[in-house]
Nanobody, 115 residues
Framework: QVQLVESGGGLVQPGGSLRLSCACSRSISSIDAMGWYRQAPGKQRELVAIITSGGRTTYADSVKGRFTISRDNAKNTAYLQMNSLKPEDTAVYYC?????????WGQGTQVTVSS
């Protein structure tokens, strides 16, 4: 069973940067897609970014040009580099992995953008 552990969240000022990491308990080379979703208070969980095993990426319009998703198969880890952060990026960020029809979620990491 796959387990995902996120890290790298925290408090940052507007315009700042953070890098989230998602460590997987087993090899990610055979995982079809990994990504990040986020959920702000009172809102539904929404897609932030996804990267497939082939390296294809998809981003929410709200983060295009600011966030970059990547994966390091050697380290069994996916990353989300977040630049030019805005207060509206404040949310709990969840790592996600999908293999076939099986989806696994991490426990979430809080990102707060505030001055």
């Amino acid at each position: 069973q796959v387990q995902l552990v996120e890290s790298g969240g925290g408090l940052v000022q507007p315009g700042g940067s953070l890098r989230l990491s998602c460590a997987c308990s087993r090899s990610i080379s055979s995982i079809d897609a990994m990504g990040w979703y986020r959920q702000a208070p009172g809102k539904q969980r929404e897609l932030v970014a996804i990267i497939t095993s082939g390296g294809r990426t998809t981003y929410a319009d709200s983060v295009k040009g600011r966030f970059t998703i990547s994966r390091d198969n050697a380290k069994n880890t996916a990353y989300l580099q977040m630049n030019s952060l805005k207060p509206e990026d404040t949310a709990v960020y969840y790592c996600y992995a999908r293999t076939g029809i099986i989806t696994t979620w991490g426990q979430g990491t809080q990102v707060t953008v505030s001055s």
